[in-house]
């Protein structure tokens, strides 16, 4: 049997080397091309995401939800850390800033035109949980609790959650806005809005997540 398998196994690596790959002839305009046509965007990513790939992108958003409300039930019962490590040397605290507000730029940027170049609301999400991140294990986690629950960041991460789902539902239905110039800032319908959407609700929820591993792990 072992010698059956290899033999499968070389011919199988014969094929790859010696056949060529079946092209499609005639296709005068590449997938790219037509993936930026059908969703007004020039970045052909974030037209695959939230419109060809809309219904699996409105599970991801609720998996990671999900994710969120299970590290605050996994860690409710257990009792909160009593010494949090942070950074304490003047040079680490100041470079960490430094950190942090180019990463809360970067998120901005990459929220309002991740349509037009490489980024989007996932990507801007992260670089904002990065921001939240280095601010947390620099300051005082007190003080990032209160501004947590002063700004009401948790309400604003659920809103976003529903506004997103319920954009995307209309967006399946068939009522879309108009896709505007290719290449200009109000262009490609209602992705601008949902990679927005989709930025606000990772870095919120990276926030929620940072504050319950501080509070209970005592580190990040």
């Known amino acids: 049997m072992k010698w059956l398998y290899l033999a499968a196994g070389l011919i199988f690596l014969v094929k790859m080397l010696v056949m060529k790959n079946p092209t499609l002839e005639g296709l005068e305009i590449s997938m790219v091309e037509l993936v930026v046509q059908d969703s007004g965007v020039p970045n052909a990513v974030s037209g695959i995401i939230f419109r060809n790939r809309l219904y699996d992108t409105i599970?991801?958003?609720?998996?990671?939800?999900?994710?969120?409300?299970?590290?605050k039930f996994l860690l409710a019962n257990e009792q909160p850390s009593a010494m949090v490590r942070q950074f304490t040397?003047?040079?680490?605290?100041?470079?960490?800033?430094?950190?942090?507000?180019?990463?809360?730029?970067?998120?901005?940027e990459l929220a309002i035109r991740g349509h037009l170049s490489p980024g989007g609301g996932f990507a801007a999400g992260v670089a904002g949980g990065t921001a939240i991140g280095l601010i947390a294990i620099t300051?005082?986690?007190?003080?990032?609790?209160?501004?947590?629950?002063?700004?009401?960041?948790?309400?604003?991460?659920k809103v976003s959650v529903l506004?997103?789902?319920?954009l995307a539902a209309i967006t399946l239905v068939g009522l879309e806005l108009p896709q505007g110039e290719l290449g200009t800032l109000v262009s490609g319908g209602i992705i601008p809005f949902l990679n927005i959407l989709v930025a606000l609700k990772v870095a919120l929820g990276s926030w929620a997540v940072i504050l319950v591993f501080i509070r209970y792990r005592g580190l990040l």
């Open 59 to 71: 599970f991801e958003v609720v998996v990671f939800t999900i994710a969120i409300m299970g590290a």
């Open 89 to 108: 040397d003047q040079p680490s605290i100041v470079l960490a800033r430094l950190g942090a507000t180019i990463s809360a730029l970067v998120c901005i």
């Open 139 to 157: 300051s005082p986690s007190e003080w990032m609790e209160q501004i947590y629950e002063r700004w009401k960041a948790s309400t604003w991460e």
């Open 163 to 166: 506004i997103f789902i319920v």
